[in-house]
């Protein structure tokens, strides 16, 4: 009872597709939802669980008569998953909020659970029960449409970088976001004493931590 899966191996396996065949729309949006839906995952508390196969975007479902579509990893789109996949191995080593209360409800406290008709979520990770410490936002943009003004709550003052923008692993993205620095202003939003604005591109993610001083 300590432990979410949000995904399990029986979600692309035994007939049901790989996590890529199961996005819509064309090439571009598939690999952008999913890419989008690798790093929601990652932030969310749980275990995080890929199958082989998931890890550069494999189109087929996973068999174990044959060897992962590695020669997929020539097609940009393909290389672009496995090079986030990388980097999200990295910000969740980097970020002790994404992994410390994983079954603690001090360690997650949710910015905007209720945009049903923009498609944009949010929520804050965080290291220490009082809040203190390392502390991560993640902002999902679910809609066809970038969002050029988001405001995102945040608990500090001062600076907060972008670390991680899902748009930034395909050419024909909007431009990344990643390394942009945002100086968060006095003005409460999410129940939260200061706020940030950033752009969050159509189908993405963006991760947002405390710059480093």
């Given at each position: 009872?300590?432990f979410i899966l949000p ?64 020669e997929s990893l020539a ?12 980097d999200l191995n990295r ?123």
């Amino acid at each position: 009872e300590n432990f979410i899966l949000p995904i399990s191996h029986d979600e692309v396996v035994h007939g049901k597709g790989s996590l890529l065949g199961k996005m819509p729309g064309d090439t571009w949006r598939r690999f952008a939802n999913l890419r989008s839906y690798l790093a929601f995952m990652w932030a969310h508390p749980g275990k995080q669980l890929l199958f082989m196969g998931c890890e550069l975007g494999q189109e087929a479902e996973w068999s174990h008569e044959r060897s992962l579509d590695w020669e997929s990893l020539a097609d940009p789109n393909h290389k672009g998953v496995q090079t986030l996949v990388g980097d999200l191995n990295r910000v969740y080593r980097e970020h002790p909020a994404m992994w410390t209360l994983d079954s603690q409800p001090a360690g997650f406290r949710w910015l905007d659970a209720d945009d049903n008709t923009g498609n944009l979520l949010s929520y804050l990770r965080f290291a220490q029960q009082d809040q203190q410490g390392d502390v991560l936002a993640t902002v999902v943009n679910y809609s066809g449409d970038d969002k050029a003004w988001v405001r995102v709550g945040v608990p500090r003052q001062g600076q907060w970088e972008v670390v991680l923008d899902t748009s930034g692993f395909d050419e024909a993205s909007s431009p990344s976001q990643a390394g942009a620095v945002l100086e968060a202003e006095a003005s409460p939003w999410h129940d939260q004493p200061w706020s940030v604005t950033v752009r969050v591109a159509k189908l993405s993610t963006i991760y947002l931590a405390p710059a480093a001083g």
